[in-house]
C-alpha cells in the first residue's frame, strides 16, 4: 500500500477521514488507520495538516531506452504452421523497423518442440523477417502459460528487444499481458494501427495526453511506438504510447495487417536459443487437446463472407445465408446481434468483440451497421450491403447498396449468379470448338 500514516504525527484531527471518498480511513485510539477500502487515490495527503501521511510508492527505476533495439514478433504456430496473424505481424514489423532505422531487424520468435519449430523459419524469412529465434525443448511441445512465459521473458531480458507484437488470438492474449507483467511494462491490447513517432515524446504527451512531461529529456532519441486502438466501444481511437519502459508491446486482431507478398527463396538469420526450463516451473500439465465438433469457421482466410444480422428474423434465416455463401464460394458470418440472440455460434461473428476480417468481398445482409461491427469489416475490398431501412449506417462504408427485402434480393442475386456461370461454361465450351 502506497499511502502510509505516520503515527507519531497524527493528531487525530479525523480530516484525512472527511477527504477520503472510499471510507477507507478508520480512527483507532485517536490515531488515523488505512483499511482494506483504500484505493491508493491519494486525496488524504493534501488533506492532512500535519505531514502525517506519506507517498510510499517506489520511484520507477529508470530504463536505458538506448539498449533496446530492433522489432519482435511472437511466430505462433499451430498445426505444424505458422498463423497468419504472425505472417501479417512480420510485414507490419518490417515496415516498422524501417522507420525506425536501416540498421533495425525484424524477428520472428518460435517456441515449440525440440526438432519440429525450426523448419518454420522459411516461411518467416519468406514473409518479411530477417532473423527468427528459436526457442525448442520437450516441454514446450505444448502451449503452457508457465513454460512460454518464463522462456519468452527471459530471452527479451536477455537480448533486449525495442518492440514485441503478438498476434491476439487466444493463446497471444494470454502469453502478452504475462509477458509484460513480468517485465514490468506496458501493453496495449487489440491495436488496430501502429506507427512510429516523428516528434519527440514531449511535443507528442503534451498535444495528445495529459501526462507529467516535465521530467522528460527533450534531447531523447528513443523510437517510441504509437498503438492505436478503438476505446469507449469503438466510439473514439485512443492512441497509447510508452515512454518510460521497454519493451514497447502490443497485440493486433487476425486480418487487420496486410500481409506482404511472399518472397521464394528469402533467408534470414536463424538464432538458436536453449532455454532454460524445467518441469517443476510449469504449474499446470496439458492431459489432452480436444477439438472442438462444432461447425469450423475460418473468416479471417475467407476471400468472400456472407453475413447475417437481426434482420434474417430468426435462425432458420441463416439457412438463406448458408445457401448464398455455397453459391459463391464464401464462408457464413454473423453480427453480434444475431449471436446473442442464439441464432448462430459466436465463431461465425464479425466486429469488435468477434473476428476482424478482410475479404475481397463482404456482403451485410440484413445488417444495420453498429460501430462495433463496422469495425471489424470495414477494411473488406467490397462492401456490398443489403437492407430495407435506406438510412441504416451500413450504407455509409458500402461499396454497392441494395435497398430491399434480403428474402427476395438474395435469390435473385443467387440466380444471376447462375447465369453468370451458365454463359462462362458456354463461352469456354465455343472456344474449345
Known amino acids: 500500500m502506497a499511502v502510509k500514516i505516520i503515527n507519531e504525527n497524527c493528531k487525530g484531527c479525523t480530516l484525512c477521514v472527511r477527504?477520503?471518498?472510499?471510507?477507507?480511513?478508520?480512527?483507532?485510539?485517536?490515531?488515523?488507520?488505512?483499511?482494506e477500502k483504500c484505493t491508493n487515490c491519494k486525496q488524504c495527503i493534501p488533506a492532512c495538516k500535519f505531514d502525517a501521511i506519506i507517498d510510499e510508492e517506489a520511484e520507477t527505476e529508470e530504463?536505458?531506452?538506448?539498449?533496446?533495439?530492433?522489432?519482435?514478433?511472437?511466430?505462433?504456430?499451430?498445426?505444424g504452421a505458422i498463423m497468419n496473424?504472425?505472417?501479417?505481424?512480420?510485414?507490419?514489423?518490417?515496415?516498422?523497423?524501417?522507420?525506425i532505422g536501416?540498421?533495425?531487424?525484424?524477428?520472428?520468435?518460435?517456441?515449440?518442440?525440440?526438432?519440429?519449430?525450426?523448419?518454420?523459419?522459411?516461411?518467416?524469412?519468406?514473409?518479411?523477417?530477417?532473423?527468427?529465434?528459436?526457442?525448442?525443448?520437450?516441454?514446450?511441445?505444448?502451449?503452457?502459460?508457465?513454460?512460454?512465459?518464463?522462456?519468452?521473458?527471459?530471452?527479451?531480458?536477455?537480448?533486449?528487444?525495442?518492440?514485441?507484437?503478438?498476434?491476439?488470438?487466444?493463446?497471444?492474449?494470454?502469453?502478452?499481458?504475462?509477458?509484460?507483467?513480468?517485465?514490468?511494462?506496458?501493453?496495449?491490447?487489440?491495436?488496430?494501427r501502429l506507427d512510429i513517432k516523428t516528434s519527440s515524446y514531449i511535443d507528442y504527451a503534451n498535444k495528445y495526453t495529459t501526462q507529467d512531461t516535465s521530467d522528460?529529456?527533450?534531447?531523447?532519441?528513443?523510437?517510441?511506438?504509437?498503438?492505436?486502438?478503438?476505446?469507449f466501444g469503438g466510439n473514439l481511437m485512443a492512441t497509447?504510447?510508452?515512454?518510460?519502459?521497454?519493451?514497447?508491446?502490443?497485440?493486433?486482431?487476425?486480418?487487420?495487417?496486410?500481409?506482404?507478398?511472399?518472397?521464394?527463396?528469402?533467408?534470414?538469420?536463424?538464432?538458436?536459443?536453449?532455454?532454460?526450463?524445467?518441469?517443476?516451473?510449469?504449474?499446470?500439465?496439458?492431459?489432452?487437446?480436444?477439438?472442438s465438433t462444432k461447425e469450423i469457421v475460418?473468416?479471417?482466410d475467407a476471400d468472400i463472407i456472407c453475413s447475417g444480422g437481426r434482420g434474417l428474423g430468426g435462425p432458420d434465416g441463416f439457412n438463406l445465408i448458408r445457401t448464398f455463401a455455397a453459391k459463391v464460394g464464401g464462408v457464413v458470418g454473423s453480427s453480434r446481434a444475431a449471436v446473442d440472440a442464439g441464432w448462430i455460434d459466436h465463431s461465425h461473428q464479425v466486429g469488435q468483440t468477434g473476428t476482424t476480417v478482410k475479404p475481397k468481398i463482404y456482403f451485410a445482409c440484413g445488417i444495420s451497421g453498429a460501430i462495433q461491427h463496422l469495425a471489424g469489416m470495414q477494411t473488406s475490398d467490397i462492401i456490398v450491403a443489403?437492407?430495407?431501412?435506406?438510412?441504416?449506417?451500413?450504407?455509409?462504408v458500402a461499396d454497392y447498396g441494395i435497398v430491399g427485402d434480403l428474402f427476395k434480393v438474395i435469390p435473385e442475386i443467387i440466380a444471376e449468379w447462375d447465369k453468370a456461370g451458365d454463359l462462362y461454361e458456354a463461352t469456354i465450351d465455343r472456344s474449345a470448338e
Not at 512480420?90 to 524501417?98: D, K, M, S, Y
Not at 521497454?246 to 493486433?252: G, H, L, S
Not at 443489403?386 to 455509409?396: G, L, M, Q, R
Open 240 to 291: 497509447i504510447i510508452t515512454p518510460y519502459t521497454r519493451p514497447q508491446m502490443a497485440t493486433v486482431r487476425p486480418g487487420v495487417m496486410t500481409r506482404r507478398e511472399r518472397a521464394p527463396g528469402a533467408t534470414g538469420e536463424t538464432v538458436k536459443v536453449q532455454p532454460h526450463l524445467q518441469a517443476s516451473d510449469i504449474r499446470t500439465q496439458v492431459m489432452d487437446i480436444v477439438k
Open 102 to 192: 536501416a540498421d533495425t531487424k525484424v524477428y520472428a520468435v518460435l517456441i515449440g518442440d525440440a526438432g519440429q519449430t525450426e523448419p518454420l523459419c522459411k516461411d518467416c524469412f519468406e514473409y518479411g523477417a530477417d532473423g527468427a529465434y528459436v526457442l525448442e525443448d520437450p516441454l514446450l511441445a505444448k502451449f503452457t502459460t508457465d513454460g512460454y512465459t518464463k522462456v519468452f521473458a527471459d530471452l527479451i531480458k536477455e537480448k533486449k528487444p525495442e518492440i514485441v507484437l503478438f498476434g491476439a488470438t487466444h493463446i497471444g492474449r494470454d502469453l502478452a499481458p504475462r509477458v509484460a507483467a513480468r517485465l514490468s511494462t506496458g501493453l496495449t491490447a487489440d491495436c488496430t
Open 85 to 99: 496473424v504472425a505472417l501479417e505481424l512480420i510485414g507490419e514489423g518490417r515496415r516498422l523497423a524501417r522507420e
Open 19 to 35: 477527504a477520503c471518498p472510499f471510507e477507507a480511513i478508520d480512527m483507532v485510539d485517536k490515531i488515523a488507520v488505512i483499511n
Open 216 to 231: 522528460l529529456d527533450p534531447a531523447s532519441e528513443d523510437h517510441g511506438l504509437k498503438q492505436t486502438r478503438p476505446a
Open 63 to 79: 530504463v536505458d531506452l538506448s539498449v533496446y533495439k530492433h522489432v519482435w514478433v511472437y511466430a505462433e504456430q499451430r498445426g
Open 386 to 396: 443489403i437492407n430495407k431501412d435506406p438510412d441504416a449506417p451500413i450504407f455509409e
Open 298 to 300: 475460418s473468416l479471417t
